[in-house]
């Protein structure tokens, strides 16, 4: 138990609609990093919120954003769906952003995109 | 560029018998962490253990330990007495200073084990 959650666990979207993804860190972790990972491979870094503002980014496009709210919840953004797209969306969030701090994994959303 | 290298797709290990999942990384930082996780089913990361690169000692958790050989840039994740519960994807990961992204973590393709009665 991370005391991280997230929602919806599984969703099935279309091609071009838009997806909001839903986290709840644990109180006092003011960052919170998201990650996609596709079937058979390791996550991937999408990006970094530290007190509510963006401060890393992996490649990813503009379509993919976030928010980081004060009451410790996030929310990832994705819009004009792919295919490709389909993956598990993994939040992460810590205290503070020290390369040996913990990161606390939720279970992840599985979206599929048909 | 960093990235982490995990050879093995699949391990299979008798219960009690102790394995070793294989990882090596390249990074041109000085400083940089070495997480490895394991990934049930369920989807959810677990942290089992962290090597930091100025760590003079080989971290250790229980039945998990981390050989870290930084000559050749290897974190090899031993698993001591296996359980049929450690039956999972495992990933290597690094994390290193992207520019104040601290959280972003470099995974690797991960080591699916299977533990065997």
């Known amino acids: 138990e991370t005391g991280v959650t997230q929602s919806p666990t599984h969703l099935i979207k279309t091609r071009g609609q838009q997806v909001t993804l839903r986290c709840s860190s644990q109180?006092?972790?003011?960052?919170v990093s998201w990650y996609q990972q596709a079937l058979g491979q390791g996550p991937q870094f999408i990006f970094q919120?530290?007190?509510?503002?963006?401060?890393g980014r992996g490649n990813f496009p503009p379509r993919f954003s976030g928010l980081q709210f004060p009451n410790y919840s996030s929310e990832l953004n994705v819009n004009a769906l792919e295919l490709d797209d389909s993956a598990l969306y993994l939040c992460?969030?810590?205290?503070?952003?020290?390369?040996?701090?913990?990161?606390?994994f939720g279970e992840g959303s599985r979206l599929t995109v048909l | 560029a960093q990235k982490i290298t995990q050879t093995q797709p699949g391990m299979f290990v008798q219960e009690k018998e102790a394995v070793t999942l294989d990882c090596t990384y390249d990074t041109s930082d000085p400083s940089y962490g070495l997480f490895w996780y394991k990934q049930p089913s369920s989807g959810e990361m677990i942290f089992l253990i962290y090597?930091?690169?100025?760590?003079?000692q080989n971290a250790t958790e229980g039945r998990y330990s981390l050989n870290f050989q930084k000559a050749r840039k290897s974190a090899n994740l031993v698993i001591s007495a296996s359980q049929l519960g450690d039956s999972a994807m495992y990933f290597c990961a690094m994390r290193a200073n992207y520019g104040g992204a601290t959280n972003k973590l470099i995974f690797g393709t991960g080591t699916l084990l299977a533990v065997q009665p």
């Open positions: 919120y530290y007190r509510e503002e963006e401060n």
């Open positions: 109180s006092g972790h003011n960052t």
């Open positions: 090597q930091g690169s100025y760590d003079q």
């Open positions: 992460a969030s810590s205290f503070g952003d020290t390369l040996a701090g913990e990161l606390f």
